[in-house]
């Protein structure tokens, strides 16, 4: 068995969608960055690769990279998955953790979970997800940004 380990931030924007584990979520602001900007995922993916010794995403996939602009993270946790495939490991579950003071982030959950789970290739019941605010404290609790904490067990063929 392997343990890894995920942390992303971002900074909420005007103009920007808010999706976070796959799931366009209504909001007045999104998250900005590169790709989609999806910090749950990424924080998913840096657990993965994180326990499989594959370094992180910053690695896997530039941000100076063109190819990554827009892109969605969905489609980089496929590319995460065929890596840790590669290297013979699977997955047993994922738990992860989303910093965010609004929007209300309960009611998608449940479909967070479920794509998550579809392109990690088990079921959703081992792909926790929860949401937290931070009592208005810090850039997550004020609204500046969100954070997502990760981690993943992971088995060795
Ligand atoms: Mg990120």
Redesign the pocket.
């Known amino acids: 068995m392997r343990i890894g380990h995920g942390y992303?931030v971002?900074r909420l924007a005007p103009e920007r969608k808010l999706i976070l584990g796959g799931v366009e979520i209504p909001y007045v602001l999104g998250l900005l960055?590169h790709s989609d900007?999806d910090?749950l995922t990424?924080a998913v993916m840096d657990a993965l690769l994180g326990g499989a010794g594959l370094w992180d995403?910053g690695h896997a996939f530039p941000d100076n990279d063109p190819a990554y602009e827009g892109i969605s993270s969905l489609v980089l946790l496929e590319r995460v998955m065929k890596k840790l495939a590669e290297q013979g490991f699977r997955v047993e579950n994922v738990d992860a953790t989303i910093l965010a003071q609004r929007p209300k982030l309960a009611p998608f959950i449940p479909q967070m979970r479920e794509k998550l789970a579809r392109v990690i290739g088990i079921q959703p019941d081992r792909v926790n997800v929860k949401a937290t605010t931070e009592e208005g404290l810090g850039f997550t609790g004020q609204g500046e940004g969100m954070a997502a904490h990760a981690v993943a067990l992971l088995l060795e063929r």
């Open positions: 992303d971002h960055g900007a910090v990424h995403i």
